[in-house]
């Protein structure tokens, strides 16, 4: 008997026992499924964490106060030695390859206009961020570059915070109160979503040594400084050290480039998705286990079909292959199954909740495919050998 009848009387076992062999297969649908949906989101979350960090460009490099070597944010280690100054963020913005160096304060206050009033972020920054940040602004202007003595005390507000305050009516011109201080509005940002958990949209944008004044602070939490496509990040990162080293007397800062922040990024989010891959895995592990019994059970109600076959001439390794063949068959048709209707979830997914970030990760959905193939062959082995070793008289003899 050739592969291909093997092939068929297999398939026509399966088909004259659907319930039991549908059953048998679900198990493996709904593991493969499983895997199928959780590594989408992994990836989508893994995807949608990265485009929003890279939207502000890429390439950028922050500068915190306070020697540290592990990877942090905004609101590092505050130096005790010499805190960052906006005279820093000035003499970093005179380097070689240095576009634009952006003095960074952020905080929290109460901004009022008029009989309205509500909390919100507070940044201070320098005159550079929109071409920093990649920001645009809607209407109005954006900060002016008054030096760092004596900055006006000028106000640009995101689209929400545009909208929560004024509605309809044009701000510009207009005065707002932010804690204690009166500013003017002298513009209003188009609307670019979220930041590493800051909504620029709900916020205000004011000088830098405003904020610091505001927020009783005597260092910068940061200075990003975007630089040329042309030159690598390390040259850059190189000058940078040099410049801050001859400024403060020592190595009393740390700088992070965007592609160490990348790289962390990436490296946590792919332990994301291989931990709910992981998990999915289980639902495999149960659909093999009910391989395994539903062809043990099958062995054992088909003795006589087994002595059947050795009687007219059926060698053992011809009955090896065949249930061989049915637990491949069967893990086939779970695996394809389960494929189809995690893809199909997926889809549906992406198309009535758009809000959450799904993507297929294809390497993890052959991964899964090709090990419920091996599930199928690995459940199978055992049932098959014992089949194989019935003694066909006594198997006859069992009718």
Request: proline share 3%.
């Amino acid at each position: 008997m050739n592969w291909l009848d093997l092939a068929k009387l297999a398939l026509r076992s399966i088909s004259s026992h659907r319930q039991r062999s549908l059953l048998t297969a679900l198990g493996l649908i709904i593991g493969i499924a499983a895997v199928v949906i959780l590594t989408s989101i992994g990836r989508g979350i893994h995807s949608f964490v990265l485009a929003e960090f890279t939207q502000f460009g890429t390439h950028l490099i922050a500068v915190y106060p306070g020697k540290t070597t592990t990877f942090g944010m905004s609101g590092a280690t505050i130096s005790t030695v010499r805190p960052l100054s906006t005279a820093d963020a000035a003499s970093l913005e005179n380097l070689d390859h240095v576009l634009a160096a952006m003095p960074m304060v952020q905080g929290n206050a109460r901004i009022e206009a008029g009989n309205k009033q509500r909390r919100a972020n507070v940044f201070g920054v320098g005159a550079a961020l929109p071409q920093v940040w990649q920001l645009k602004v809607d209407s109005g202007r954006f900060l002016p570059d008054d030096g760092l003595d004596n900055p006006r005390a000028f106000a640009v507000l995101g689209s929400k915070m545009r909208t929560e305050l004024f509605g309809n009516t044009n701000p510009l011109g207009q005065r707002i109160r932010i804690g204690s201080d009166r500013f003017r509005v002298i513009g209003v940002m188009q609307a670019k979503g979220q930041m590493l958990g800051f909504d620029l949209d709900d916020t205000v944008f004011v000088a830098s040594g405003k904020a610091m004044e505001m927020f009783d602070r005597q260092s910068l939490m940061e200075i990003d400084l975007l630089y040329s496509s042309e030159t690598s990040a390390e040259t850059v990162e190189q000058a940078i050290k040099r410049r801050l080293i001859a400024r403060h007397g020592a190595e009393d800062f740390t700088i992070v480039t965007q592609n160490q922040m990348l790289e962390k990024m990436d490296s946590v989010l792919s332990v994301l998705t291989l931990a709910v891959a992981a998990l999915g895995s289980i639902s495999l592990l149960v659909g093999s286990v009910g391989i395994l019994t539903i062809m043990t059970i099958a062995v054992s109600e088909r003795v006589s079909e087994i002595g059947l076959l050795r009687a007219i001439g059926a060698e053992r390794g011809m009955v090896f292959k065949l249930f061989l063949g049915e637990a491949m068959l069967l893990s086939l048709v779970g695996g394809s199954g389960g494929v189809l209707l995690g893809v199909a979830l997926v889809k549906l997914a992406a198309a009535f909740v758009p809000a959450l970030p799904v993507q297929l990760a294809w390497n993890y959905i052959v991964a899964a495919f090709a090990i419920s193939l091996f599930i199928g062959i690995a459940a199978g082995v055992v049932p098959a050998i014992k089949a194989a070793r019935l003694n066909p008289l006594e198997a006859l003899r069992a009718e």
